[in-house]
């Protein structure tokens, strides 16, 4: 499992007794761009850390183009964390050209490039003066400006509006093609991942449950409609719901009995079954 420029085997982080990741294993293929999602708590942070080197695993092992990444940031790496450290008394411009203090390999010029692709911005403002839309935006620059192999992002788009959203991802999306950069991008959002994302990495209770190619993973799922009352598949249910009238369930591989219409889910379909899944089983234990 060395191939691609990322590849986790087997890992786990705990923190006390809470198991944030546990047995992890999945590959990111050179120049894709994956989906990272998963419930609030599934992992989804300790992993981009733990990628990162920002962190070390507390078993397995994280390698970045076949280098083991124990608690160092590996130079082809750029991750923009939720919390977009930046100075606060420097001027945007004066943050990009700390960039070059900062980092191994910086260029300046894509620094600036992806700024002024970023409307919005003020490089005379000062930090601690921009929005957090405007943070977000100085951050990704200075990601940007690593030249990175893998980029890493950490709910981008939360902050932005959805201009600037979309310019985000135009921007990450042009250095995917002109760069062959890898990505991995969590978020809550969907529909823009549903955009932008050629894989998915779904995280819950800090376990993959689902990592492949999207078209790939949607055609392994079907949402079935039936009257209420049909049985379900044995195997291979993710989550069901019922109404008095009809039962309505998405599974996994599951052959699909008499009775049942059958359709493939869609991105945002096949996501919000496994967290509604997910939420289900914590509430059973509770
Ligand atoms: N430094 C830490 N110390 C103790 N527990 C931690 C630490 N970091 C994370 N955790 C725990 O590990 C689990 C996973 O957290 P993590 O932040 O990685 O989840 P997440 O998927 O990114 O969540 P969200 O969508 O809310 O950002 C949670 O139970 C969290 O409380």
Redesign the pocket.
Known sequence: MNAGPVCAEGVAKH??R?R?LDDCTFTLPEGSVTGLV?P???????LLSLIAGLAKPTRGTVRVHGTEVRGRMHPDVSLLTQRRPLYEQFTVREMMRAGAAMNDRWSEERAFEVLDLLAGVDKDAKVHTLSAGARTQVAIALALGRLPKVLLLDEPLSDLDPLARDETLRIVMTDVAERGTTVLL?SHLLTDLGDVCDHLLL?DEGRVQVAGEIEEVLGEHRVLVGPAGLALPADGVVDSSQTPRQTTALVRGAAVGDGWEATQPNLEALVMGYLRASRTRRLARR
């Not at 609030?40 to 300790?46: H, Q, V």
């Open positions: 923190f006390g809470t944030a998963g609030n708590g599934a992992g989804k942070t300790t969590s995280l």
